[in-house]
DNA sequence: AAGGAACTCAACCGCCAGCCC
DNA sequence: AGGGCTGGCGGTTGAGTTCCT
């Protein structure tokens, strides 16, 4: 047996609203309010319309303050960035968008942002070809963990990464927090559950989070999926890891240009049941802003400096290239010798 | 000018979490 | 405690519009 309807749906009108419905809603609403149930409001107010239908009409057309048009170079990069660091948690990004419904911001991440994000696949297939696809099997979760530094040897990667600046990391706690004035995500500290079955390639960014704060060894590593290709064949890769290619002027902004940004998604493993109750990551999930660029028609490992915002290449003479307003993070590892690698505020990609 | 392809976006669908009884 | 109801959400659809040949 199915679940009841809602309504009655033989005796409810479909499609798009009349101006009729639209002003009944809005001045019943305006009056009225919703009365705390959608489910009975269009009866109350005249209407052939699902409860729900209701809803969806005044929460994405009708309300006050809709801002309907054009996004702005600004709304790409917080959409971009949050994106980035959530995924397609709509309701989360157009928070942080005031007059912007989620509706909105899906429809204009499908239609117009995506695609940015796709054209620049083809000079992403061509840097690809610079790597065979070496499989790489990450360690299971067990007791004999990879240390962050077998893990990025085995990579051949490293990097330290960034997240956005409402977020900070609480090493102690080995948790992702929000602050006060981004309250609106803070449920993204909800479990992030185990990572599925990945095979990580040799151009796989990877990195490892081993310790907590007694610098008791768990296993924690990162998934990022290679590649665009991934992505492309499977856009369910967008949730587990992925590089989104954005321009000069920062990640996802209009104008054409080579920097990347990178997401990484930590699996929390934990040696057992014990250290997950106390040390359960809430959700990890941070951003690699990186700059590659290909000189001589070789990709070249690049480092950079992050600094106010920007990333300046260490080693050749390229363009600064402004990012999304990031705050940058140390980060931990139980091998003091390690942290060399991680000097904050510095970003390196090596394959 | 016509018609097919591609795009846009409002609206729908179904799942899920939380509340209430 | 658990079942039903509702709101909220993300994914998907499809009608209307624009673009291209």
Same mark, same amino acid.
């Given at each position: 047996m199915g679940r009841a309807p809602c309504c009655d749906k033989a005796n409810v009108k479909k499609g798009p609203w009349s101006p009729e419905e639209d002003a009944k809603l809005k001045e019943f609403i305006e009056k009225?309010? %919703?009365?705390?149930n959608w489910i009975a409001l269009p009866q109350k107010a005249g209407l052939k319309r699902c409860g729900k239908s209701c809803r969806l009409r005044w929460l994405n057309y $009708?309300?006050?303050?809709i801002r309907h048009g054009e996004f702005s170079e600004e709304e790409d990069r917080i959409i971009c960035s949050l994106y980035a660091s959530i995924g397609s948690r709509w309701s989360v990004i157009a928070a942080q968008l005031?007059?912007?419904t989620d509706n909105d911001i899906k429809n204009y991440w499908n239609t117009k942002l995506k695609k940015k994000l796709l054209t620049m696949l083809p000079y992403f297939q061509e840097k690809s070809s610079?790597?065979?696809?070496i499989p790489f099997q990450p360690q299971p979760p067990s007791n004999d963990h990879l240390t962050s530094h077998q893990f990025l040897n085995n990579s051949s990667s490293f990097y330290t990464f960034s997240t956005p600046n409402f977020m900070n990391v609480d090493n102690t706690s080995n948790s992702l927090f929000v602050h006060e004035e981004h309250t609106?995500? %803070?449920? $993204?500290?909800s479990p992030v559950p185990p990572p599925p079955p990945l095979q990580l390639h040799a151009n796989s960014l990877m990195c490892n989070n081993n310790t907590d704060v007694n610098d008791n060894c768990y296993s924690s590593y990162s998934m990022c999926n290679s590649p665009m290709q991934e992505y492309y064949h499977n856009s369910s890769a967008m949730k587990e890891g992925m590089f989104m290619f954005g321009s000069g002027n920062g990640a996802c902004s209009s104008s054409e240009g080579g920097s990347c940004m990178g997401k990484i998604s930590y699996g929390d493993y934990y040696k057992d049941h014990e250290e997950k109750q106390k040390?359960?990551?809430?959700q990890e999930e941070y951003q690699l802003a990186l700059h590659d660029h290909v000189l001589g028609g070789q990709v070249q490992s690049q480092s950079f400096m992050i600094k106010n915002n920007h990333v300046t290449p260490l080693?050749?003479? $390229?363009e600064e290239v402004k990012l999304p307003n990031f705050s940058n993070y140390l980060f931990h590892d139980?091998?003091?010798?390690?942290t060399t690698h991680y000097q904050k505020g510095m970003c390196s990609y090596h394959y």
């Open positions: 009225y309010g %919703t009365g705390g $009708l309300r006050p303050n005031p007059g912007r610079f790597f065979p696809s609106s995500v %803070t449920d $993204l500290q040390y359960q990551i809430k080693q050749n003479d $390229l139980g091998d003091e010798n390690k």
